[in-house]
């Protein structure tokens, strides 16, 4: 045995007590789901770890009234203070059972429990905390004085970071006064309604937030109930699109957050050691399933050999394999059908002329797994250089000069974030300056915090996540004309 | 028996061109104050943040059951056992040497420090009382139970003096027996831009490690990174101190705070790994100073395997400099053998 | 005896050139007693794709122009409208059927709008962008950037203070502009590019289209290098199959907005994208 091979270091999970199976969290309570059960298992083993309840129509239906009572008799009432002392509440046990948190996460999405353990929980209550001091600030969110609520928020978030999204999502929309119905992913159910048991341990006012689980079908349900007044969504382009479509007229307001193929650009003066850690970050983070992704690598091309070359020294030190192992690095993709897709999208690749090159790993043969993968040889009209694969694939471009980087990066519908190496300042922020994508990460990658607006241009979505800015989507102004300042143009709209 | 197997001998010994030919063979062209300023500002900068970030991942690696047993063993296998006093004294050093041949008293299958550090005028007292464990040349400590000899030089730790008295310094203890130089740079010269001096003195110490057989003490250079402060000042001033012949590149002299951190670490594996990358060549790397727990010491040997492989784990390739830190780890490994925790009064002080 | 009047043909205003229709299609322009005023080119979805190719290659230019210089040019308009009062009121009085001083007090409004609007180029950002407290050592800010090209539906009623209300607002960031002008009162639209062709506004930043807002209008929501669609005088149109069209890209879309939009800093936000940048910070 050499040093290298860490001894298992696993996670204990007597820390997590499961129930057998859960219901939908309407009104405060868990209550039987009317559609078909099914299982949320663990992508690392196959196992099944519990039975979830499906949502239909009346069972929506039923979420969305709780939520509207809610909002009505209950928490439009409160004051603001009154609103950010409950999110604290929350911020809190959301700290205090960070641990159990974190094993379910990995347990039920395959991430590596130092991932759950160090990014996304920490986050999840920061976030709570940062949106908790807002609730009684709303005047300050760009909005004028006294901006209102919007009503009932219908949210539906993705499986890759399961209760990250539900933090980004439900926090900002308690703070500005919004009840909320949230659907959590299919495949990742578990930590959501964890967190319905910490809604009642922090004794929230029933129907204040309201979680329905279920396939995409509940999900579009809730979307499309006539009585949500907010819509906000982060996962593919193609259901936004769908949902911008189906909203279209209804006066809904919307915040999407959807795909990404993020250019990470490498110049030849970059600090080249942080930069390959950053590069390692940027796509096999949570096995690349990340809408923001540095999953195309734009390296200037009198470097490209050597960045390639100590890539590889430093991928083949990644540790791929059981999730709650505290050395893992890379852990499970989180289900068969993103699997296949991945498989299918890195075969394209080689078809396309691509050269395939992943470090020598023992996959576990139960579980979905995909060793970290990259191409060389990649031409921008490859589809893996166009599409987004959502796993820990890498595709690997040459450019010559800054604006042919520029023009590659923005060579995209996408347009969600980006990376930029350099040690040279001017450079950097010239580049960062014609990048059109919403975070532009300079000499680091991945970084997410609770005060800075997250989100796309072109068809990664609209609307942003975080900050001031993430608040102000959850709000209207009092009065919309009420900048209007010129008595002249009043004097002639009377007329 | 120990549970870790005996390091392997390295196949190239790092020392194969003289300095000015390596320096050339990497720069090309001459080797003049200009051109050594232009390589070592041309290298690629490094960022903060970044490299801080890495080394803070590394931390949080999770060493158990038999790794933690093998990470102990290692660890104490790549100490310098060090005593730099002013108060020092022949009967210090003598108990220094036999905390070094058995660490645990109670233990003797307790593996042996690779090495005790001294000041010069106590390297004779320490080749004496090691006897027949004092190891034979620069290479083999660690082999069969050996111990080498570490001398501090060079108008230790402040460098202030004549280049003369530095390699007088140095000689007096190569003489002596000392298996290994620990020197320290001009950071004077190198924080004022005069990167050929720092080179020429390394050079000429590095001459005087020479034996009389022809043979090198082994060189390791001080940067004092305390006092660098920056990392693309420690970045450079690694990479000068091996272009000049340097076969170890050292942390700190334990005199300066901050003393080794698990960043300038790392940072100095990175360049030793990129140099390797280069010619092939391997260089070893020394923290000293500030590491005084296992837990602490366990990050640094995560460091060395995740950066520049396991190889680099031998008391040829790397080495703590330390004091405290072996009785914390002896207390660990009393932990590990009989299940329950140790204390202060079940190690000897030194 | 009367002299006999020169009649204006009214063309379209793409990439700062006069072209007719591509179709060589016009139509009658009435006054409000339903006499010819004149006519106006019929715009086609060939004039609405010619117009989009000369606004985006105008985004470039005008969107990384300074604010301060934005703001100079959009005042410039402001002067230049100023010098042709009578032009404007006159037609404004002919097409709407007001009398002289409503016609008049519109154009003083859509004078002051322009005003105010210019003003907020070289500000906007500091007020809609954040310098954000990240926990964490690094320097991290959001600040909004024109989104690119925005195709925007005149109000129908209002032809000047209406237009002006929607364009202006839109220019401010650096977006470029594709408007369908109203269909029944063109008259101040066009004249309106004449002003632009004469100020310092570069080709292709305005565009005017005159015609139906039904036969163009789904051209430019299903256009991919289109990047907001803003329906404000789309209210009588079939304007939730526009924004369906739109979201195939999914453009930015602004409902219909009857009457005449209020100058408010959302209108300029709306057209923007946040971009937040983030670098490490050390002393070391």
Same mark, same amino acid.
């Given at each position: 045995?050499t040093?290298?091979?860490y ?18 969290f309407?009104?405060g309570?868990?209550?039987a ?12 083993t ?20 709780a939520?509207r ?6 928490w ?9 002392k409950?999110?604290?509440?929350i911020?809190?046990?959301v ?27 920490p ?7 940062y949106?908790?001091g ?47 119905v ?15 048991e ?8 029933a129907?204040?937030v309201?979680?329905?689980?279920g396939?995409?079908?509940t ?30 007229g ?23 050691e ?24 734009l ?13 590889k020294?430093?991928?083949s ?6 999730p ?43 579980g ?57 300042g ?26 800075s607006?997250?989100?796309g ?17 959850y ?21 | ?7 392997a001998?390295?196949v190239?010994?790092p ?49 158990k ?15 310098d ?6 108060a ?7 108990s220094?040497?036999a ?19 001294v ?17 034979v ?5 660690g ?34 027996g000392?298996?290994?130089i620990?020197?320290?740079?001009d950071?004077g010269?190198?924080l ?7 080179f ?9 490690c020479?034996?009389a057989d ?10 004092e990174t305390?006092e ?7 970045r ?15 942390t ?17 594996l ?5 140099w ?22 366990i ?6 395997a ?7 784990l031998?008391?040829?390739?790397f ?19 009989t ?12 | 005896?009367t ?5 204006k ?7 700062g ?12 322009i ?24 000369a ?11 300074s604010?301060?210089?934005r ?28 009398s ?5 007090g519109q ?37 909004p950037?024109?989104?690119g090209?925005v195709?925007?539906?005149?109000p129908?009623?209002s032809? #000047?203070? @209406?237009l002006?209300?929607? $364009? &202006? !607002?839109? *220019?401010? +960031?650096?977006?470029? %502009?594709?408007v369908?002008?109203s =269909?029944l ?23 005017v #289209?005159? @015609?139906?807002?039904?036969? $163009? &209008? !789904?051209? *430019?929501? +299903?256009?991919g290098? %289109?990047?907001?669609?803003?329906? =404000?005088?789309g ?13 195939e890209?999914?453009?930015r ?7 005449i939009?209020?100058?408010t800093i ?19």
């Amino acid at each position: 045995m050499t040093f290298l091979d860490y001894a298992p270091a696993p996670e204990s999970t007597a820390i997590l007590t499961l129930k057998p199976s859960y219901g939908l969290f309407i009104g405060g309570e868990f209550v039987a789901g009317r559609g078909s059960p099914f299982q949320t298992i663990s992508p690392a083993t196959e196992v099944p770890i519990a039975e979830i309840a499906s949502a239909n129509a009346e069972d929506v239906d039923d979420a969305v009234k709780a939520a509207r009572l809610a909002y009505e008799t209950t928490w439009s009432r409160l004051s603001g203070a009154d609103r950010g002392k409950y999110l604290f509440r929350i911020a809190r046990l959301v700290q205090e059972r960070a641990r159990e948190l974190a094993v379910a996460e990995s347990l039920d999405n395959g991430k590596p429990i130092k991932e759950s353990r160090d990014v996304d929980i920490p986050l999840v209550a920061a976030w709570f905390f940062y949106y908790a001091g807002w609730a009684d600030k709303i005047d300050h969110a760009g909005l004028g004085a006294n901006p209102r609520a919007l009503g009932v928020a219908a949210q539906v978030i993705p499986w890759n970071f399961p209760l990250l999204m539900l933090a980004w999502k439900i926090a900002p929309a308690l703070a500005a006064g919004n009840t909320v119905v949230l659907k959590p992913a299919e495949t990742t159910p578990l930590t959501a309604l964890l967190f319905a048991e910490i809604l009642q341990q922090a004794d929230l006012p029933a129907g204040v937030v309201n979680i329905v689980t279920g396939a995409g079908s509940t999900g579009e349900l809730l979307v499309n109930h006539p009585d949500v007044n907010k819509v906000a969504f982060t996962g593919s382009t193609a259901v936004g699109r769908a949902i911008a479509r189906s909203t279209a007229g209804t006066g809904k307001k919307l915040t999407l957050e959807l795909g990404g193929k993020a250019a990470n650009i490498v110049f030849d003066d970059a600090p080249m050691e942080q930069a390959i850690e950053g590069i390692v970050n940027g796509i096999f983070f949570n096995q690349g399933h990340v809408c923001c992704a540095g999953s195309r690598l734009l390296v200037q091309e009198n470097v490209h050999d050597e960045v390639v070359e100590r890539l590889k020294l430093r991928l083949s030190t990644l540790r791929v394999g059981d999730p709650l192992d505290k050395n893992t690095d890379v852990g499970a993709i989180n289900s068969r059908a993103q699997l296949n897709r991945i498989r299918e999208l890195s075969t394209v690749g080689e078809d396309e002329g691509a050269t395939r090159w992943s470090p020598e790993c023992v996959l576990p043969e139960k579980g979905f797994w995909f060793a970290p993968t990259i191409f060389t040889s990649v031409s921008t009209s490859h589809r893996i250089a166009r599409e987004e694969v959502f796993g820990p694939v890498l595709s690997i471009l040459t450019f010559r000069t800054p604006a042919e980087a520029v023009a590659k990066a923005n060579n995209t519908p996408y347009g969600l974030s980006a990376g930029i190496w350099s040690d040279k300042g001017s450079k950097v922020l010239g580049v960062a300056d014609q990048l059109r994508a919403g975070v532009v990460w300079i000499n680091c990658f991945n970084q997410f915090d609770p005060a800075s607006p997250f989100g796309g241009y072109k068809e990664s979505g609209y609307g942003r996540e975080g900050g001031r800015h993430g608040l102000a989507a959850y709000l209207q102004a009092a009065d919309t004309n009420s900048v209007a300042t010129i008595t002249q143009i009043k004097k002639a709209q009377s007329k | 028996m120990t549970t870790f197997e005996e390091p392997a001998v390295i196949v190239t010994p790092p020392h194969t061109l003289a300095p000015a030919q390596r320096a050339l063979a990497l720069i090309g062209g001459d080797l003049t104050e200009k051109s050594l300023r232009l390589h070592l500002e041309g290298l690629s900068g490094v960022d903060a943040v970044g490299l801080e970030a890495r080394a803070s991942a590394l931390g949080t690696r999770s060493i158990k059951n038999a790794s933690k047993v093998r990470a102990l063993d290692t660890i104490i296998g790549l100490i310098d056992l060090t005593t730099l006093e002013g108060a020092d004294t022949p009967g210090k050093v003598r108990s220094l040497v036999a905390k070094a041949l058995a660490p645990d008293a109670a233990d003797p299958t307790t593996p042996r420090v690779a090495a005790v550090c001294v000041y010069g005028d106590m390297v004779s007292e320490a080749v004496r009382a090691l006897g027949s464990s004092h190891a034979v040349g620069s290479d083999s400590a660690g082999l069969n139970g050996a111990v080498n000899v570490a001398a501090v030089a060079t108008a230790f730790p402040s460098g202030r003096a004549s280049l003369a008295v530095k390699v007088a310094d140095t000689a007096e203890a190569v003489v002596a027996g000392a298996n290994e130089i620990d020197m320290v740079i001009d950071r004077g010269a190198f924080l004022s831009g005069r990167y050929g001096l720092v080179f020429d003195q390394i050079v000429a110490v590095k001459e005087a490690c020479r034996r009389a057989d022809g043979s090198h003490a082994h060189l390791k250079v001080i940067l004092e990174t305390g006092e660098l402060t920056t990392y693309d000042n420690v970045r450079r001033a690694s990479w000068l101190a091996i272009l000049a012949g340097g076969d170890f590149i050292k942390t700190s002299t334990g005199k300066v705070a901050p003393a080794a951190t698990l960043p300038v670490t790392l940072l100095m594996l990175q360049v030793v790994r990129e140099w390797h990358r280069l010619t092939g060549e391997r260089i070893g790397v020394k923290p000293a100073g500030g590491i005084r727990t296992s837990k602490d010491a366990i990050k640094y040997l995560v460091a060395v395997a995740e950066t520049v492989g396991e190889e680099w784990l031998t008391p040829q390739l790397f080495r703590f400099g330390a004091s405290s830190l072996l009785n914390d780890v002896l207390l660990q490994r009393q932990k590990l053998s009989t299940g329950h925790y140790s204390g202060a009064d079940y190690v000897t002080m030194d | 005896m009367t002299r006999l009047a020169v009649t204006k043909t009214y063309k379209l205003y793409i990439g700062g050139k006069f072209p007719r229709s591509e179709s060589g299609h016009v139509y009658e322009i009435l006054d409000s007693n339903g006499a010819f005023l004149a006519n106006a080119a019929k715009a086609s979805r060939k004039d609405a794709r010619d117009a989009v190719v000369a606004a985006r290659a105008a985004v470039s230019g005008w969107s990384a122009a300074s604010g301060y210089n934005r703001g100079q040019v959009l005042y410039r308009i402001a002067e230049l409208l100023e010098g042709r009062r009578a032009q404007f009121i006159s037609e404004i009085q002919h097409s709407e059927g007001v009398s002289e001083a409503a016609a008049s007090g519109q154009v003083d409004a859509a004078i002051d709008v322009w005003v105010w609007y210019a003003g907020w180029a070289d500000k906007y950002v500091q007020v809609a962008g954040n310098g954000n407290p990240v926990t964490g050592p690094y320097f991290n800010i959001s600040t909004p950037e024109a989104t690119g090209v925005v195709a925007i539906l005149a109000p129908q009623g209002s032809s #000047l203070l @209406g237009l002006v209300s929607v $364009i &202006a !607002p839109a *220019l401010v +960031s650096g977006n470029t %502009v594709v408007v369908v002008a109203s =269909a029944l009162a063109p008259l101040s639209a066009i004249s309106l590019g004449e002003v632009l062709a004469t100020s310092d506004v570069p080709g292709g930043v305005v565009n005017v #289209l005159t @015609g139906l807002a039904a036969e $163009i &209008a !789904p051209w *430019l929501a +299903s256009h991919g290098d %289109v990047n907001a669609l803003d329906l =404000a005088g789309g209210e009588e149109l079939d304007w939730i199959e526009l924004q369906q069209l739109a979201a195939e890209t999914l453009k930015r879309v602004r409902p219909p907005e009857p009457g005449i939009a209020a100058p408010t800093i959302e209108r300029i936000t709306f057209f923007t994208e946040t971009k937040t940048v983030w670098h490490p910070k050390a002393m070391i």
